[in-house]
């Protein structure tokens, strides 16, 4: 399915992707952007995950949040300055508990075999290393554009930075692109716009009736981050928005 084809005139365009998003695999539940996170939510019903990509020091598209190794790792440094056979290496589990120890950073290559094998979909978020936006952009789309190709629903590549979901359009037009925003600052739509994105994903406080209006009325998807309050989660159901992406696996059923 092309999730950019209008179904009919003056209609949003085509939206394949389920309501509920597990973030980082599951939450808190386990350690965020291993595979033991993505089958523990996976456990729990969701068939939509968003996780975090970035680049090794020789290319290699794996996944991790932070910049540097020390949350959720037990190396040093900053990861995108390592080989991937440095980073491969590395307890990724333990920082959550003893249950997950020796757990590994997986690539994206990994991750999309596991969604790929079960049916999963995925919101790729492009986190570059500082410095590195360009480069990890074009990176993840083209990895992206492989791994997936030929799949009835691509990922979703999103990202807070511009110049990577630009460098993503550029290197793989045809994925769909949402931009991530925490604040509304001076023309974040006409961005979103500029870089044909489908979807803009917001700090759930953001969305009220006027802004869904203006960003549907622009053709695109209105999502959120991170909901883990039932009370929030009803709110964005009323106004009418599209995607929830949670921690709270345990707590909300995407059924």
Same mark, same amino acid.
């Given at each position: 399915?092309?999730?950019?084809?209008?179904?009919?005139?003056?209609?949003?365009?085509?939206?394949?992707?389920?309501?509920?998003?597990?973030?980082?695999?599951?939450?808190?539940?386990?350690?965020?952007?291993?595979?033991?996170?993505?089958?523990?939510?996976?456990?729990?019903?969701?068939?939509?995950?968003?996780?975090?990509?970035?680049?090794?020091?020789?290319?290699?598209?794996?996944?991790?949040?932070?910049?540097?190794?020390?949350?959720?790792?037990?190396?040093?440094?900053?990861?995108?300055?390592?080989?991937?056979?440095?980073?491969?290496?590395?307890?990724a589990g333990s920082w959550h508990s003893h249950s997950f120890a020796g757990e590994a950073l997986p690539t994206l290559? *990994? +991750? =999309?075999?596991?969604?790929? %094998?079960?049916?999963? !979909?995925?919101?790729?978020?492009?986190?570059? #290393?500082?410095? $590195?936006?360009?480069?990890?952009?074009?990176?993840?789309?083209?990895?992206?554009?492989?791994?997936?190709?030929?799949?009835?629903?691509?990922?979703?590549?999103?990202?807070?930075?511009?110049? *990577? +979901? =630009?460098?993503?359009?550029? %290197?793989?037009?045809? !994925?769909?692109?949402?931009?991530?925003?925490? #604040?509304?600052? $001076?023309?974040?739509?006409?961005?979103?716009?500029?870089?044909?994105?489908?979807?803009?994903?917001?700090?759930?406080?953001?969305?009220?009736?006027?802004?869904?209006?203006?960003?549907?009325? *622009?053709?695109?998807?209105c999502l959120s981050y991170t909901v883990n309050d039932e009370w929030v989660a009803q709110h964005l159901l009323a106004l009418g928005t599209d995607g929830i992406i949670t921690?709270?696996?345990?707590?909300?059923?995407?059924?």
């Open positions: 399915m092309n999730p950019t084809a209008v179904t009919a005139v003056g209609a949003l365009p085509a939206w394949p992707y389920p309501l509920w998003i597990a973030h980082r695999g599951a939450g808190k539940l386990a350690p965020e952007n291993t595979l033991a996170a993505f089958r523990l939510g996976a456990a729990h019903g969701y068939r939509m995950f968003e996780c975090d990509a970035k680049l090794s020091a020789d290319g290699v598209v794996f996944l991790m949040h932070d910049a540097a190794l020390e949350r959720t790792t037990n190396g040093q440094g900053i990861g995108g300055e390592l080989p991937w056979h440095a980073l491969s290496q590395l307890d290559e *990994a +991750l =999309a075999r596991f969604c790929q %094998a079960n049916g999963h !979909l995925l919101n790729i978020e492009i986190k570059p #290393t500082p410095g $590195t936006e360009s480069a990890t952009g074009e990176a993840v789309a083209r990895v992206a554009a492989r791994l997936w190709a030929g799949a009835d629903v691509p990922p979703l590549l999103t990202s807070f930075k511009p110049d *990577a +979901l =630009a460098a993503a359009q550029a %290197a793989a037009p045809e !994925l769909p692109r949402g931009l991530l925003v925490d #604040t509304l600052w $001076t023309g974040w739509l006409e961005k979103a716009q500029e870089l044909g994105c489908a979807a803009l994903v917001a700090n759930h406080a953001l969305w009220d009736s006027a802004h869904v209006a203006r960003v549907h009325g *622009a053709g695109m998807r921690d709270r696996v345990d707590l909300f059923s995407p059924s």
